[in-house]
């Protein structure tokens, strides 16, 4: 079992900054990969950017140059590093775990970016 928590979600102005934290707990040796997924009012769940244990990271093309995913070395915190934020990114975001087998998801924070 893998336990996700997610903090940072924020209302910031168009062309702000954010930082998303997700720290896990559990059986953190188990996982594969970790990344961010965001859901809009009336939109379907939609990958930000992933990373792979063994390095590769992958984005939406919505969010590259903007957005940095990284991790720390044990892999027990993950983070979304956000720039230049457009209304557009405004969503839930969820921090999302797999171990192989299985997925894991936080329970979400909530970002904002207003006009």
């Known amino acids: 079992q893998v336990h996700l928590v997610e903090s940072g979600g924020d209302l910031v102005q168009a062309g702000g900054s954010l930082r998303l934290s997700c720290v896990a707990s559990g059986s953190i040796f188990s996982i594969n990969a970790m990344g961010w997924y965001r859901q809009a009012p009336g939109k379907q769940r939609e990958l930000v950017a992933k990373?792979?244990?063994?390095?590769?990271?992958n984005y939406a093309d919505s969010v590259k140059d903007r957005f940095t995913i990284s991790r720390d070395n044990a892999w027990n915190t993950l983070y979304l590093r956000m720039t230049r934020l457009k209304p557009e990114d405004t969503a839930v975001y969820y921090c999302w775990g797999w171990t192989g087998g299985t997925d894991y998801w936080g329970q979400g924070t909530q970002v904002t970016v207003s006009s």
């Open positions: 990373i792979i244990r063994g390095g590769s990271s």
